[in-house]
């Protein structure tokens, strides 16, 4: 039985010395060694994928620091293009909310707060933060997705709040799967960081799950908030195979949690 | 040198500007006082047809069934008077509005000494402006007002003489007395008229008889009154029909827009504010204004701000006008920095806002305002300045004490039992159960000096279940006011849900 030769980069257009991000078509690296013609067909069949699918493209999304050591100890910070899950008591969202805006003052980049519960209290932010803080007052969870939509479209803020924790849980939990992974996708296409806040862990296809547990007593209201964020613990679930942002749901190797424990006690 | 620029058939033209569908067939003008002058201006469709300006409507229509009657529209004429005087400031600071649909563009100062060029771009950028105007350019005023005339489109008079010797009479708009005695001495061309001395010309016919002899000799002279066309960009438009739906009004803003944006760029402008006005069946209008964030002449950016808007917009009664006006700005100059992140799109932010607006309300989204006030739980939101933000305050330390509330919009009302002015026990909506501990009472008051005095009580509590609240006291009416823990089971539960609990298409982490 003879082999037949078939040149599968025949029709392909020639001398495009296209280099396509990664996650296009085969790996990066694996050209090397080929022939240099080959090489050249190579880059022309991506340059083709990249017209013909450019939603395929993905931009590595970065990490926002959040100053918080738990989190911040597993990846750096928050991902960019990433959903994120944050689920504990509504206390500690709170303080992490209020975390969070000095991260966004330190990094000074802007930040969207969409609050379905309406129980934000700027009270104790400090007023450099709150300048660049966009707050959204949601009737319902409904409501609140939809804004986030919107906010994930614009692509201007870096870092956008989805606080979930102080409404009905009923009606948090009509927010259908299919909702949580739109937002997903959406949040792909930006450098935005997207953190749903929970008061239990329900968003799938969520690329990050915070788990935060904190029990104050009135002692804590005598003390520094910033002391009392950073005894907070946490517990984080990085989606195991999810490299940051780069990688789309069920990804060949295996798509899972792993889990990671970092807690400071006080 | 002098350049004339004349649009013919002016208030024709400005009715038709955005109608390119009726441009080749019979159209006419007319006016509130049409019985008495007649039509005003009429196409040359029409004028084949056998309409002539000066009839009546019903001859008009006798003579040609198909002619479209246009009512003269003033606010359109007025754009189209204004974007013929920017187009005549690109070319020279000296100009002057001769008349309506006419100016005369002083080219003394000019550089640009190819004439034709110079005619040619005024023709092509007033076509831009979907207006058709014809350009004479000539030694004085009078001469370049008379080649504009006789221009098609253009006509540069390099030789007033050999221009002015085949022109006929009626040209120069002589009193009517005045052409019947030359036209009975036989002279019909201003040639014939210059060969007649003129001394002799004015003893027999007046002084009149001596400034016509003047004017077709070329020689008068006259400044001219130097205009500044006034930064207003607006267009409008009348519906014939009251319209009812929003897709006619969008697609006339596109083209407004496209038109403003032309005659910004003119100028060297930007759209800094649009305002949108659009006149009501009832008598009324709809106004509303727009700050463009970040100024820009960009028509798609400008015309999805006004799209956002009116795809929202519910009016009770049809719409029978349109107008659209703009405020010019300069173009800012932005240079992101290193280490800031502004906007990088601010147009489109402020879209968003717009849209997050119509979903939420415009008062439930905004940036916090800072209020000179210490009254508790008053949240007040103000559209944000995100894109003025360039160097950021420095960072202090973060001085604040204790939790951060989740504040109860509105507050809830509780009963509180007291023994001895200690905090026994709460019930409520939101919090109740047996007072473990008890911070306060924190006063405060303020606004004694106006009418809307206010004075509160508050307590931090933690009731036996772990719940931590704010408690407030205003008269005899206690009030949580909102939650800084939530009992401890709430919490503890979500950790322990997280890990069994499996995604739909993920593993299940481990234990």
Redesign the interface.
Known sequence: MSAVAIDPWAGLPEGLPIELPKGLGLPAGFSKGLPEATQERLSGLRRLLAEKYPAAERKPGGILPTGFAPVDAVEGGLRRAALTEL??????G??F??AML?AV??????AALVDA????????????A??????????DPA?AV??VD??L????L?LVLLDL??APLREIRRIH?SVWHRLQRLVEQTSSALVALT???MV??ARV?I????????A???????D?FSEMSA?V?P??GAALGSEP??APD??????REESVSA | MFAAVLLPNFRLQAALRFREELREKPVAISDEDEAKTGLLEVSEAAERMGVRPGISSPQALARCPQLTLLARSRPQEQSAQAALLEIATAFSPAIEATADGYCTVSLQASRDQDWPALAGRMVEALAALRLSAQVGIGPNADLAFLAARNARPMLVVQSPGAFLANLAIHELDPPPELLAVLRDWGIHHLGQLTSLPRGELMDRLGPEAARLWERAAGQTERPLRLVRPAEEFVEAYEFEHEVDTVEPVLFLLRRFLDQLALRLENVGRVAGRMTLTLALANGGAHERGFTVPSPTASVDVLFRILHTHLEGLRLEHCATGLQLRIEPALAERQQFQLFESPLRDPNRFGETLGRLAALVGAEQVGAVEALDTHQPGILRLQPPRFHEITRAAPLADDLAVGLPLRRYRPAVSAQVHLVQHRLISIVSEKARGTIREALGPFRASGGWWESDRWATEEWDIALENGGLYRLARAGNEWRVEGSYNLPAAAGREACQNLIPLPLADSKSPPG
Do not use: M, Y
Not at chain 1, 130 to 139: G, P, S
Not at chain 1, 211 to 218: E, G, I, K, N
């Open positions: 689920s504990g008591g509504s206390g500690a709170a303080l909310i209020h000095r003052s330190r990094e000074k980049c802007l519960g309406r129980s934000f209290e700027p009270e104790g932010c400090a007023p450099s709150l300048t660049r803080l966009l707050v959204v007052l949601c009737e409501q939809k804004a919107l906010l479209r614009d692509g201007n870096s924790q102080a799967a008061p239990q862990p799938e296809g799950r788990a935060l547990h904190a029990q104050w007593t009135l804590a209201q005598r003390r520094w908030r910033q009392i517990r679930f989606r195991h749901d069920g295996g798509a899972g949690w792993q889990n």
